[in-house]
Every structure is written in structure tokens, then in C-alpha cells.
Nanobody, 121 residues
């Protein structure tokens, strides 16, 4: 079993920054292949960013503003979010990648409980 715990969410004004963290426990990661997703009210969960091996992926709407990184020694993945917009408001989830497309929710086998990010105009 793997436990993922997100932190770092909160309320920020448009143009501000937040850094989300996702700490993994319960299994030793030799390589922390992880992804970040988000879900806004009444919308489907969508891919935000992923770090799989040496490859990094972003959805188009966050390119140039968000940065995913990881610290294998700490089993932690981060999502640095800059220039935040009201449309970034959502619950953000981290997930452990299993196999398949990095962009698909079905490719991830473990999920955190989510952390709320709210961006005010």
C-alpha cells in the first residue's frame, strides 16, 4: 500500500504563487513517478503535470507557469504554481503513476486526498 498526502493549498490572489507538496509513504520508491491532477466543481478530474522517469509533462494551460519536481530522498513531489489564475481554482490531487499514458487518470494507481487551491480575482 502507498499513502500520498498533499499539502500547501490555500487561498491566493490572482498572480500569486503556491507550492504544493505530496509526500509518499508505505512503499520505498526507487523512482517517484508521480502526477498532479485537479478537479473543479462540476468538472472532471484533469491532468496538470507529471514526472515519469526523466520526462516531464504539462497540460497546455499551465505550461510556463507551473513546475513539477521531486526529491527522491524525501519521497516527495512538488508542484510550484506561479502566476495563478482564477481558473486554476480546484482541488489538486497527487497520484502515483502505474503504467500507460501520463495524461490519463487510469494510469495512476494511488491517490492522495486532495488539497484545495482557491485563486481570487
Amino acid at each position: 500500500q502507498v499513502q500520498l498526502v498533499e499539502s500547501g493549498g490555500g487561498l491566493v490572489q490572482a498572480g500569486g504563487s503556491l507550492r504544493l507538496s505530496c509526500a509518499a509513504s508505505g512503499r520505498t520508491f526507487s523512482r517517484s513517478d508521480m502526477g498532479w491532477f485537479r478537479q473543479a466543481p462540476a468538472k472532471e478530474r484533469e491532468f496538470v503535470a507529471g514526472i515519469i522517469g526523466s520526462s516531464i509533462y504539462y497540460t497546455d494551460s499551465v505550461k510556463g507557469r507551473f513546475t513539477i519536481s521531486r526529491d527522491n530522498a524525501k519521497n516527495t513531489v512538488y508542484l510550484q504554481m506561479n502566476s495563478l489564475k482564477p481558473e486554476d481554482t480546484a482541488v489538486y490531487y497527487c497520484a502515483a503513476f502505474s503504467y500507460g499514458s501520463p495524461y490519463s487518470v487510469n494510469s495512476y494507481s494511488y491517490w492522495g486526498q486532495g488539497t484545495q487551491v482557491t485563486v481570487s480575482p
